[in-house]
């Protein structure tokens, strides 16, 4: 079971609270995340990552067990915790402005 921890207006836009649970079979990579979350919830599509690219937005950041995975490759596996379930996939807005 992975856990996903979006930020607050990401959780509102699906209509859900705490974190998500997903099974993800295979290997347990940022893209295959993605994947299972807008799958899950196809209001999120585009809000991570460009529809049309699949690229990472320029304003979100990704972490899991205290690093920034963000510039990764989305096919990179992420840490052995995460895919335990021991610790969660963070996805964040990023802080813009000055």
């Known amino acids: 079971m992975i856990r ?3 930020p607050p207006h990401l959780r509102n836009l699906a209509q859900i609270s705490g974190e998500l649970h997903l099974e993800i079979g295979g290997a347990v990579t940022q ?8 799958e899950r919830y ?4 585009g809000t991570m990552r460009d529809r049309r690219t699949g690229e990472r937005r320029a304003l979100v950041r990704f972490f899991a067990c205290e690093e920034d995975l963000s510039n990764e490759s989305p096919d990179t596996p ?6 335990a379930g021991e610790e969660p996939f963070l996805v ?3 802080m813009a402005g000055g």
Do not use: C, I, S, Y
């Not at 893209?31 to 807008?38: G, I, P, S």
């Open 4 to 6: 996903v921890v979006l």
């Open 31 to 38: 893209r295959r995340v993605l994947d299972a979350v807008e």
């Open 42 to 45: 196809p209001m999120l599509l």
């Open 78 to 83: 992420l840490p052995g915790r995460v895919a």
């Open 92 to 94: 964040v807005g990023a």
